[in-house]
């Protein structure tokens, strides 16, 4: 029997609902990867690395002039993004500046949550 103030519904583990993402940003060259490749396994989450989506892009579809590398950029973003929203946790790699941070979650809020 259910006394005041409880409920009769289980309340979920703690590890059930929480998702964990560390997100490993800095500039160019300052170890990013290398951090993260450390962290992933020792905190047992997937490593998802812009650069590696970029490179993989750049191998499919080339290099190009400037305005196509930004391009690419761009479209890797949105697979990083697609990526971590379907995850429950992972270290994320890349070098973000702020505005563009906060302007990709306005238009991609699941991989807030």
């Known amino acids: 029997m259910e006394q005041p103030g409880q409920s009769s519904?289980?309340?979920?583990?703690?590890?059930?609902?929480?998702?964990?993402?560390?997100?490993?940003?800095?500039?160019?060259?300052?170890?990013?990867?290398?951090?993260?490749?450390?962290?992933?396994?020792?905190?047992?989450?997937?490593l998802i690395d812009k650069d590696e989506i970029l490179d993989r892009l750049f191998d499919s579809k080339g290099v190009g002039d400037a305005k196509w590398r930004r391009t690419l950029s761009r479209e890797s973003d949105a697979i990083l993004q697609r990526e971590a929203a379907s995850l429950n946790g992972a270290v994320l790699v890349s070098f973000w500046r702020l505005e563009h941070f906060l302007f990709s979650h306005t238009r991609y809020p699941a991989a807030l949550k």
Do not use: H, Y
């Not at 289980?10 to 500039?27: A, Q």
């Open 9 to 46: 519904q289980k309340t979920p583990c703690i590890d059930e609902v929480r998702r964990r993402f560390i997100v490993v940003s800095g500039l160019p060259g300052s170890g990013k990867t290398t951090l993260a490749r450390q962290l992933a396994p020792a905190l047992n989450l997937p």
